[in-house]
């Protein structure tokens, strides 16, 4: 019997990693969404600043979930062994393609939400490992879409479960903080300040859950998951011989 994919045992390893790593994890994120907030508060001032904040956002944002699943990748033998620096430069080769295909996920996800809620939510669960499929595996775009289905299928609800536990955890977080920020002040400096706190907080949150869930099903379809040592890669799984005729 296959084994089932449980969304309490991933959300609390997912948390458990935040905790053993919160030293390299909000730094790191700290520091990228402060650019990204500060460019945020211009943005207000001019539309080229404005575009530059997309931008920079968006490749903040794909940094920082590579890095982590990059860091999930490395501690799956119980220890970290790359820098902060080894892991980010391990980001780079895939910085592009992380970012098509997160545009083209967020696409088709909206597109499936304007028509109906349904078809968003099935597409947001079947690709909620694209981002680890392609920083450990190195696939191209398109590919990562079909492998991020494959691993997904048969634990569709528990995968939705999933993805949606943490993002309830990261919306109240968000709010909270939002909550917070616009009873102390109105002015910039406190905006940007909760503003990096709130993603300094919540960023590894979404990251660490695709990332555990992607090893989980992994494990799950009987996959080997050490990654190679060099360039936190994982091997393709052996295809199974063909019986002797």
Known sequence: MEPKLSVGETINKAFSIYRDQAAVLLPVAFWLFLVVAVIEE??????????????VGLVANTLYQGMVVGLVSDVQDGRRDS????????????????????ILAA???????????????????????IAPVIVVERRRVFDA????RHLVKGHGWAVFGTVLLAF??????????????????????????????????????????????????????????????????????????????
């Open 145 to 148: 879409f079909g492998r991020s």
């Open 107 to 129: 696409l088709g996800i909206a597109g499936g939400f304007i028509l109906l809620v349904v078809p968003g939510l099935y597409l947001l669960t079947i690709w909620a490992v």
């Open 168 to 245: 309830l955890i990261v919306a109240l977080a968000g709010i909270a903080f939002a909550v917070i920020a616009a009873a102390l002040s109105e002015g910039v400096v406190t905006r940007i300040v909760f503003g990096t706190l709130a993603s300094t907080l919540t960023a590894p949150v979404a990251a660490l859950v695709a990332a555990v869930l992607y090893f989980r099903l992994r494990a799950i379809h009987g996959e080997q998951q050490q990654p190679a040592a060099e360039g936190l890669v994982a091997p393709e799984a052996p295809e199974a011989p063909e019986p002797p005729r």
């Open 83 to 102: 820098s902060v620096g080894e892991l980010m430069r391990s980001v780079l080769p895939v910085l592009w393609p992380l970012i098509g295909a997160g």
């Open 42 to 55: 211009l943005a207000a001032e001019s539309v080229a600043v404005g575009l530059v904040g997309v931008v």
